[in-house]
């Protein structure tokens, strides 16, 4: 299961560790919100609140190792017979996000009618980290949220077609494009899986029969994946997205062990990729958060 160090390792880190393999941690806008002190892009975009979020995974590890992100954990030794249910892990995800959020009620400048809301989310960020589509009943985790009346953001990197061919549509389905091309994808997402990039194209075509919303992220790292809109706009034409996210990397977590401050772009060299996307694609900027560095275009 979650060795030790590991587990010690996300505890100190402020992770809740739910069942065998998932976890739960407080997003910086969800705090920021209960104190009435902004909101995630995600609200501004899509109308979510971001105090009823519940940022979380069911499944630690990734197939990929990507420079930029902020914890990678490459591989978790789970049994068939240790692969939790759906009904386990999102029960024991609110509960851990009520304790993760109880001390914020004797906060000054709390908001406590936010604070109230936020022990009964209504919608989850299945992104904390890894690869959720390597939990082997995906589809059912996300059927059972919508049971209970949550909304659903699947943020996956797309190697895993298979699992997104049946899948129970989320409420936003994610698919992070990080490189125009082969070559900058095994450079800045370090693949374990041969074969990852007819994965990609596999699950970009697959995106294309969801009607859901559907949304390509692209995470932008400065003088690694920033270059190419033209091959990142076929690639974009395949899934057929109702919107495309140009989203400037943070330097955040544990990426600062392999990236300089100068990887992360500013606001407006986000903005340049992204007008330069708009004219390749078609797709039209429909909004923009400049303190998170993020760009969002738009088919209509």
């Known amino acids: 299961m979650i060795p030790e160090p590991l587990r010690k390792s996300l505890v100190n880190q402020h992770y809740k560790i739910i069942g065998n393999h998932s976890a739960v941690k407080l997003c910086g806008w969800l705090k920021r919100s209960l104190k009435d002190q902004g909101y995630c892009y995600k609200q501004k975009f899509y109308g979510i609140q971001s105090h009823r979020c519940l940022q979380m995974t069911p499944w630690l590890a990734c197939s990929n190792r990507c ?83 949550f909304t659903t953001f699947l943020v996956t990197n797309g190697l895993f ?50 009607r859901t919303r559907r949304v390509i992220r692209l995470t932008m790292v400065r003088e690694w994946n920033m270059h190419s809109p033209e091959k990142y706009a076929k690639l ?19 990426s600062r062990k392999r990236l300089p401050s100068e990887a992360m772009p500013s606001h407006k060299e986000i903005q340049e990729f992204a007008d330069k996307l708009s004219k390749e694609t078609g797709y039209v900027q429909k909004d923009e958060q400049e303190e998170s560095r993020v760009v969002l275009l738009s088919k209509v």
């Open 67 to 149: 420079v930029y992100c902020w914890r990678i954990i490459e591989k978790l030794n789970i049994k068939p017979e240790e692969i939790d249910e759906p009904e386990t892990i999102i029960e024991g995800s609110v509960q851990a996000q009520r304790e993760l959020i109880s001390g914020f009620k004797g906060y000054e400048g709390t908001n406590l009618k936010k604070w109230k809301e936020a022990k009964n989310p209504n919608q989850a960020a299945i992104s904390l980290v890894g690869e959720p589509t390597m939990y082997p009943k995906i589809s059912d985790l996300i059927k059972e949220f919508h049971r209970r009346g």
């Open 236 to 254: 974009i034409e395949k899934a057929n997205p109702d919107f495309i996210e140009v989203k400037g990397y943070m330097w955040v977590g544990e």
């Open 161 to 210: 077609p298979e699992r997104l061919e049946n899948l129970e549509a989320p409420t936003n389905l994610y698919i992070s494009l990080d490189a125009p091309d082969p070559e900058t994808y095994e450079r800045i997402d370090r693949p374990k899986l041969k074969d990852y990039w007819e994965r990609l194209l596999r699950s970009l075509e697959i995106m294309n029969s969801f």
